[in-house]
């Protein structure tokens, strides 16, 4: 699997296209003066490939760029991968454009529209690259996560900015950042082919097979403690069963034989004898409802009879008081009948002051009395009838409201049984499960003792996987991918004539530097002087790593782009423009460097690539042939009419 870059490309806020070609499988020169973009086309791959900041120098880009994209090329498909400028002030964008099979480069960016994240692509990278799954644990007491690795750390390996290549501190990209540096580490083992591609599929299958060991021990040790206790166990489960009414009261047995069967029958499924009530509930609301209404009809009917007793008490008080007044007016009798004059007294006629009624109009008053008299009489024996009937009625109801209450009473008394047979019923299930338990545990033991059995060959399944992850076997396999990469770091350091090369020299995975062993004691990157050999060895220790995967065909991109590698020999203030590498030893010492770039990549090709930005720009022929641009005298990454 080959991953390269075919070309970097910004598109300007009115759409226009500049992009920078490269040939893949060989060394790419990007030289040119300072301050003319070369170092962005680094910050731009590492951008487009997902990285949560953008990283490209505030200034003529930033302002006047609307997207970046990288054509990258797997085996012959363009994976495109465009992603929006954030603008001067921005930290980055979501608005990435990715698409596979890409013939080329679209000519304006009309055609962007954000189809994924940066999640997104470098999940896709991942696949592309052909990551497989893939997971380091750390070791047992280390309190850091597992971690998958990704495109997200593959990425690290490939790229070497202005800051990083002459540091002798830091030797991997990013390495300066938090929880990099042990990223780096985490994940090389996988990189350089010391976790096989089928570890993940075996750490799942070790994780697994260690959970179902401890379960069965567990549950080992809990049939092993029933077993010790079976005898006080089964007793008490017995006395349990007969209070719950799993078994009658008077049954017993001393042996644990006995028990057991005794157990068994209490444990046998039975049928549960409910009371039979459809729904007790509404059926206790219809009776209530019946209740409230015959109260309230009994009390309608208690109010009439009221009125009606009222009514006749009342007509017998007028009936004495009219029987009273008629006497009185009867007397009218002993007065003669020509006795009409009303001034003259009937009895002694003698003249009277004031008159009297006369006698026609006490016989008409009597008349009147005699007939409300005769009605009273008249409507009496109805109003005692009534009243009769009113009783009647009333003393039916009370009945009914009697017997409602007494069905209200015997529902309620019903409800309660069946709560008390539901709560039973469940103290019997309880019951029988802790039987049931006890019994299946027992018996496990009992049969053979198969627990031991599985526990044996689940135990033989952790003992072989362990074996197959032993991480001392791994460790040994990294030393060794470790031990050939330090061996051409050796080879290219002597190429390179860097001091402390003739020695023996190793990559130090523990503290990520490079490391000379000398008769003097190891000395690492940082006890060495000079920016030359800083530079040396960071592009010798990524030459010989790329070198190896390479060989094994591991999935990280087969690129290498590196940002000013001459700034020991001409930092930027210094810029010669073309020079002939021979003149003094500051030329020999570039030329031996680049010579070496172009000589691996043809040594390797097509299998590897080398994008270098610098200021250097040699006149020999091969240098001339690997330039792939030449920015100088107005040329620039960002054309002039854009920043018009």
């Known amino acids: 699997m080959s991953f390269q870059i075919r070309a970097i490309a910004i598109y ?161 990209h990013r390495q300066g950042e938090e929880r990099i540096p042990q990223a780096i580490k985490d994940t090389l083992p996988y990189f350089v082919g010391a976790m096989g591609e089928d570890h993940y599929l075996k750490q799942k299958r070790y994780e697994d097979a260690r959970r179902r060991l401890r379960s069965l021990e567990r549950q080992f040790v809990d049939a092993r403690m029933i077993a010790d206790e079976a005898s006080g166990t089964a007793r008490n489960l017995l006395q349990e069963a007969k209070r719950v009414g799993l078994l009658p009261l008077d049954a017993s047995s001393e042996s644990l034989a006995g028990i057991r069967s005794l157990l068994s029958e ?103 009395l005699d007939q409300q008299l005769s009605s009273v009489r008249r409507d009496n024996p109805r109003l005692q009838g009534r009243i009769a009937e009113l009783e009647a009625r009333r003393t039916t109801l009370e009945e009914e409201l009697f017997a409602v209450q007494r069905d209200i009473t015997t529902r309620i008394a019903d409800n309660e049984r069946l709560r008390i047979e539901q709560d039973q019923f469940t103290e019997q299930a309880r019951v029988a499960g802790r039987i049931g338990y006890y019994l299946e545990n027992a018996l496990t033991l009992s049969d053979g003792e198969g627990l031991r059995l599985q526990i044996a060959r689940v135990r033989a399944e952790v003992v072989e996987l362990e074996a197959a992850l032993d991480q001392e076997a791994m460790e040994e396999r990294l030393t060794t991918a470790l031990v050939l990469v330090g061996r051409d770091i050796t080879a290219y350091a002597g190429r390179l004539q860097l001091e402390h090369g003739e020695n023996s020299l190793r990559l130090d995975r523990k503290n990520l530097t490079v490391v000379a062993d000398t008769v003097h004691g190891p000395l690492s990157l940082p006890q060495i002087g000079s920016g030359e050999n800083w530079v040396g060895y960071h592009v010798a220790a990524h030459l010989a790593l790329h070198k190896y995967f390479r060989a094994l065909d591991r999935p990280i991109p087969a690129f290498l782009m590196l940002d000013q590698p001459s700034q020991a020999h001409y930092p930027k203030e210094k810029d010669l423009g073309e020079v002939s590498g021979i003149e003094d030893e500051d030329q020999v010492a570039v030329t031996r460097l680049y010579r070496l770039m172009f000589e691996y990549c043809m040594s390797l090709a097509p299998k590897m690539q080398i994008i270098v930005a610098d200021h250097v720009d040699l006149l020999q022929d091969w240098f001339r042939e690997s330039t792939v641009q030449r920015w100088r005298d107005g040329i620039k990454l960002v054309p002039m009419t854009w920043l018009r």
């Open 12 to 172: 300007s806020n009115d759409g226009e296209r500049r992009d920078v070609r490269f040939n893949l499988g060989a060394l790419n020169i990007v030289t040119g003066a300072s301050k003319t973009g070369k170092s962005a086309l680094l910050d731009i791959v590492d951008y487009c490939w997902g990285r949560s900041e953008c990283t490209i120098a505030e200034g003529e880009i930033r302002r006047s760029v609307s997207w970046f994209a990288v054509l990258f090329d797997r085996d012959g498909e363009g994976i495109l991968v465009a992603r929006k400028n954030p603008g001067p002030a921005g930290k980055a964008s979501d608005e990435i454009y990715f698409e596979r099979n890409a013939d080329d480069l679209p000519e304006t960016s009309a055609s962007l529209v954000k189809n994924s994240t940066a999640e997104g692509v470098r999940q896709r990278l991942s696949a592309i690259l052909g990551i497989a799954e893939n997971l380091y644990v750390p070791q047992p007491g280390m309190t850091r996560l597992p971690l998958e690795a990704s495109a997200s750390q593959a990425i690290f390996f490939c790229l070497q900015n202005q800051d990083e290549i002459a540091n002798r501190r830091l030797l991997f």
């Open 266 to 368: 209490a444990a046998e499924p039975r049928s549960l004898g409910y009371a039979t009530m459809d729904d007790p509930s509404s059926d206790l609301t219809d009776l209530e409802q019946r209740r409230r209404r015959i109260r309230s009809e009994l009390q309608e009917l208690r109010d009439e009879i009221k009125d009606l007793q009222r009514l006749a008490r009342e007509a017998t008080e007028f009936e004495v008081e009219a029987r009273e007044q008629h006497a009185r007016l009867a007397s009218i009798g002993l007065v003669g009948h020509g006795a009409d004059g009303s001034g003259i007294c009937p009895l002694c006629e003698s003249q009277l002051d004031v008159p009297v009624p006369s006698v026609e109009e006490v016989k008409r008053s009597l008349h009147r």
